[in-house]
């Protein structure tokens, strides 16, 4: 079962920018779609952007325009870059396959959009 890792959170102000990164430890080959989820703190966790081995990608629409999903199948990473953020954006973000294998959820890295 793939473990995944993910990295590249902070406290960044309304409108910054942040790249997260997820590891996986082996192939993600077997994952046809990635997604990269977020969880904010009372409510449950959600789906923001997906992506096939092929590379079509989907966002949530909250998400649309501003979050860009893309994957590296030989690196072995899923990479979510987040543009203008705002202070909804606030959660703990994952990444897992899509349907979620449950037991791939990593720690998940916080992100905190504050002024």
């Known amino acids: 079962q793939a473990r995944f890792v993910e990295s590249g959170g902070g406290l960044v102000q309304p409108g910054g920018s942040l790249r997260l990164s997820c590891a996986a430890s082996?192939?993600?080959?077997?994952?046809?779609?990635m997604g990269w989820y977020r969880q904010a703190p009372g409510k449950q966790r959600e789906l923001v952007a997906d992506i096939t081995l092929g590379g079509t990608t989907n966002y949530a629409e909250s998400v649309k325009g501003r979050f860009t999903i893309s994957r590296d199948n030989g690196r072995r990473t899923v990479i979510l870059q987040m543009n203008d953020l705002k202070p909804e954006d606030t959660a703990v973000y994952y990444c897992?396959?899509?349907?979620?294998?449950?037991?791939?959820w990593g720690q998940g890295t916080q992100v905190t959009v504050s002024s």
């Open positions: 082996r192939s993600i080959f077997t994952f046809y779609i």
């Open positions: 897992n396959g899509k349907p979620a294998a449950v037991a791939s």
